[in-house]
C-alpha cells in the first residue's frame, strides 16, 4: 500500500485560542507556550513521513509563520463539532493518497514511529487507532473513504472517555476490523503537564499546580 498522507488537525497558535483547559490551570499564555512546544512535537514527528503531509488548520494564514508547519499545504477546518472536522481531513487525505492518516497536537510523547505503527495497522485492517490514555483517540487511520461516516458520525462521545470504545463497538456493529498502536497520553491540563515534564516530553519553568 502507498503511504497514507498524514493530516494534522490543529488550532493556529494565538493568544486565547488553544488548550483552553490547561490555560484554566497555568493561565492564557502559559498555554500558549506549551502549544508551541507540542507543535514542536508535531513538527518533528511528521519531517520524516514518507508520504504527503496536510494542515488542516483553524486560525489565520499568518499565525503559522514560525510554527515550522507554515510551508505545509493547508485546508480550513469545516465549522461544528470535531466528528466533521475529522472527516474533512480524511476526506482531504484520501482524496490525495487513496489512504489517510489524521492526528491532533495535543500528545507530548509522539514520535514517528507512532505515525509508523499506526499506518502499518492499515495492512491488515481498514481502520486503524492510536488510543489515548483518556479514552479518546490521538490518531486515526483509514484505507479508504468507506469506514469515514461511520468513525465520524455527530452522536459518537466526542471528547469523552467513551470516544475510542464507542467507536470500535460501531466498527463492530459494521462488520469492519480495526487495529491498534500504542497509547500515548494527551496533554489537556495541568496534571497532565506536570506528567509530560515529569516524563522529559515538554519543559515548564515553574512547578505545577495540581487541579485535583
Given amino acids: 500500500m502507498a503511504k497514507p498522507a498524514l493530516v494534522i488537525i490543529a488550532r493556529a497558535p494565538e493568544l486565547g485560542r488553544v488548550k483552553t483547559r490547561l490555560a484554566a490551570g497555568i493561565g492564557a499564555a502559559g498555554a500558549l507556550q506549551v502549544y508551541r512546544q507540542l507543535l514542536e512535537v508535531v513538527v518533528a514527528a511528521q519531517a520524516g513521513w514518507r508520504g504527503p503531509v496536510l494542515l488542516a488548520v483553524d486560525g489565520p494564514a499568518d499565525a503559522w509563520q514560525g510554527s515550522g508547519l507554515e510551508h505545509l499545504p493547508r485546508q480550513t477546518q469545516p465549522s461544528g463539532g470535531l466528528g466533521g472536522r475529522i472527516a474533512a481531513a480524511l476526506h482531504w487525505g484520501v482524496a490525495t493518497a487513496g489512504s489517510a492518516l489524521a492526528i491532533g497536537t495535543d500528545c507530548p510523547g509522539l514520535r514517528l514511529a507512532h505515525l509508523e505503527a499506526l499506518a502499518s495497522g492499515l495492512d491488515a485492517a481498514p481502520v486503524a487507532f492510536g488510543p489515548a490514555e483518556d479514552g479518546g483517540y490521538w490518531g486515526i487511520a483509514v484505507a479508504d473513504a468507506q469506514p469515514i461516516v461511520a ?59 495540581s487541579t485535583t
Avoid: M, N
Avoid at 470500535?168 to 497509547?183: F, M, W
Fill in 151 to 209: 468513525l465520524t458520525a455527530a452522536d459518537l462521545p466526542w471528547s469523552t472517555s467513551r470516544l475510542l470504545g464507542d467507536s470500535i463497538a460501531r466498527l463492530e456493529r459494521s462488520g469492519l476490523h480495526y487495529a491498534r498502536a500504542a497509547t500515548l497520553a494527551d496533554c489537556d491540563d495541568a496534571d497532565d503537564l506536570a506528567a509530560a515534564v515529569q516524563a522529559g516530553f515538554l519543559s515548564w519553568p515553574t512547578p505545577i499546580k
